[in-house]
């Protein structure tokens, strides 16, 4: 394990004083149910600690970095930005799933790809960067993995944007026209129904969707649009 701290240390850039707080970062809580007698605890409150540090750094990039941007803009790239998925990415990139401690159970379960456990990894490593190096390090690290190749083309293209506002945008910019949304079926009982909606522009469908509201078949129709167009 030594030799592959070593590796992840050289990869990023960044050695850490204090190892035993770099292999907490690895340490998945389903680990310590088959062995409860390792002396190292598991990653949670890194995950913990390392949201609100991801949290903070994002903040003050977009307000340093995009003047321009509204309060609620700054909100809506944020959430797009930090979300799961995003964080597993970076996680995939830089391989910290072969690092993980697992339980046989989620090792057999592919535990080291899911995207949950790599998504509080990525927070759990800058929780530890932050504890070892400083909040300027852990900043310095988010900017360069997470918001580098991202933030630029989720601004530019306006992917913070809910699929109803992005198709809302290009249909005025490009039709001189507003969508409009038809609710063509919906079935189920009322405790669970399912509905059906149509978008369409100039009286034509440019895309469907179903949810189980209406507001949730809205969006999925509008997101089928912007895949059409």
Do not use: C, W
Not at 21 to 27: E, K, R, S
Not at 60 to 80: C, P, V, W
Not at 163 to 181: C, M
């Amino acid at each position: 394990m030594n030799q592959k701290r070593n590796q992840l240390e050289k990869h990023i850039g960044i050695t850490f004083k204090n190892k035993q707080l770099l292999q907490n970062v690895f340490i998945h809580r389903s680990y310590l149910n088959e062995d409860r007698s390792f002396a190292i605890p598991s990653n949670e409150k890194l995950e913990f600690l390392g949201d609100s540090v991801l949290s903070l750094s994002t903040s003050i990039y977009l307000y340093h970095n995009y003047t321009e941007l509204k309060e609620g803009d700054y909100t809506d790239i944020k959430a797009s930005i930090v979300r799961t998925e995003s964080l597993a990415q970076v996680a995939r990139e830089l391989a910290l799933g072969q690092y993980l401690y697992l339980s046989r159970g989620e090792e057999k379960g592919i535990g080291r790809d899911k995207t949950n456990i790599l998504a509080d990894l990525f927070e759990a490593l800058i929780a530890a960067i932050f504890i070892d190096k400083g909040f300027d390090h852990a900043y310095d690290f988010i900017v360069k993995y997470l918001f580098s190749n991202r933030l630029d083309e989720i601004i530019q293209k306006k992917l913070y944007l809910s699929p109803k506002s992005r198709l809302q945008e290009i249909s005025q910019a490009k039709f001189k026209e507003l969508p409009t949304y038809e609710l063509v079926l919906a079935h189920g009982p009322e405790h669970k129904k399912a509905f059906t909606v149509h978008v369409l522009l100039n009286n034509a469908i440019m895309g469907s969707g179903s949810g189980r509201s209406k507001k949730h078949a809205e969006e999925k129709a509008a997101q089928n649009a912007l895949d059409n167009l």
